[in-house]
């Protein structure tokens, strides 16, 4: 089965702050892609970062990057200098070979002026 | 704008009636996903497509047809609405042919359905 997991439905951080966000996944895949998307009060789904399990390498993405754990299946995401724009719901998502695409249930970040 | 467009973007209905829900691209992405959130949940799938003609299910599957005739239109079918299928539904597309990375999702703007 492919699931992920996240477990906290809500954190905040002052602006300028640093915030990291966690994400636990599993699945019986060798390849795969892991995801996180922020969905800001609008409802539009946005791509913030990705990740390709081979790739040993953290993704990283201007003020955005991951901490990517392969053998703990843990995949992080770090905001650092945290804007007001920043606020929304983020959720982590993998996608493996089955071209199937799950989500995990969201954390909401606040940012606090 | 990926070329995606869902409709209805509102909809009420009344429980026991079947409802359709459509979903549009013009980008020729090969796979196609149905969501739906709902608060504590996230997203969920539903079902999705990786081909005309080809589908399978997601983890909330029951209750919920999908059908899939051209690559353009991928329509998710509540076969008898109940009120616990009030949700908003996102649908999302992917892997556009011939590009490198298309491992990106792109979402529609999501219909509110309410079932009374």
């Known amino acids: 089965a492919q699931t992920v997991t996240q477990s906290q439905p809500e954190m905040s951080v002052q602006e300028a702050e640093t915030v990291t966000l966690s994400c636990t996944y599993d699945?019986?895949?060798?390849?795969?892609?892991l995801f996180w998307y922020k969905q800001p009060p609008s409802r539009q789904m946005i791509l913030v970062i990705r990740q390709e399990a081979y790739k040993q390498q953290n993704a990283t993405e201007n003020r955005f990057s991951v901490n990517f754990q392969k053998a703990a299946k843990s995949f992080s995401l770090k905001i650092s200098d945290s804007q007001l724009g920043d606020a929304a719901m983020y959720f982590c998502a993998s996608l493996g070979g089955s071209e199937k695409l799950v989500f995990g249930k969201g954390t909401k970040l606040t940012v606090n002026p | 704008d990926a070329g995606i467009t869902q409709s209805p973007r509102h909809k009420v209905t009344e429980t026991g009636t079947p409802v359709t829900l459509r979903c549009h691209q013009t980008e020729n992405h090969r796979y196609m996903y149905w969501y739906r959130q709902d608060p504590g949940h996230g997203l969920r799938l539903i079902h999705y497509s990786y081909g005309v003609k080809d589908t399978d299910k997601g983890e909330v599957s029951d209750g919920y047809s999908v059908s899939r005739s051209k690559t353009e239109d991928f329509l998710l079918t509540l076969e008898s609405a109940t009120s616990s299928q009030t949700s908003v539904y996102f649908c999302?597309?992917?892997?556009?042919?011939?590009?490198?990375?298309?491992?990106?999702?792109?979402f529609g703007q999501g219909t509110r359905l309410t079932v009374v």
């Open positions: 699945t019986s895949e060798s390849d795969y892609y």
């Open positions: 999302a597309i992917r892997g556009q042919q011939g590009k490198e990375l298309n491992t990106e999702a792109f």
